[in-house]
Nanobody, 117 residues
């Protein structure tokens, strides 16, 4: 079992920055890809970014390309999402996930990001 805990959310003005962290504990040897989804009020959860196990490849949804950067530190079992040039439409609960061998995808509890205009 792997536990994922997000942190770093908060309230920021448009144009500002936040860095989200996702700390994993437990059977972290079973993790490979990690990433982030978000869910805005009244909307479905949507993919934001993903990073492969060795950090060699990253993927982003079009709306965050050039503004968000995903990274990971495997020594600390932590993934990060650096969010720059934030917009009000980035307001959402951000969920970290990890792909786990055999058991599938595990999720964190989410962290709120609110961007004011």
């Amino acid at each position: 079992q792997v536990q994922l805990v997000e942190s770093g959310g908060g309230l920021v003005q448009a144009g500002g920055s936040l860095r989200l962290s996702c700390a994993a504990s437990g059977r972290t040897s079973s993790m490979y890809d990690m990433g982030w989804y978000r869910q805005a009020p009244g909307k479905e959860r949507e993919f934001v970014a993903r990073i492969t196990r060795n950090g060699g490849s990253t993927y982003y949804t079009d709306s965050v390309k050039g503004r968000f950067t995903i990274s990971r530190d495997n020594a600390r079992n932590t993934a990060y999402l650096q969010m720059n040039s934030l917009k009000p439409e980035d307001t959402a609960i951000y969920y970290c996930y990890a792909e786990l061998l055999i058991v599938g995808r595990g999720w964190g509890q989410g962290t709120q990001v609110t961007v004011s205009s």
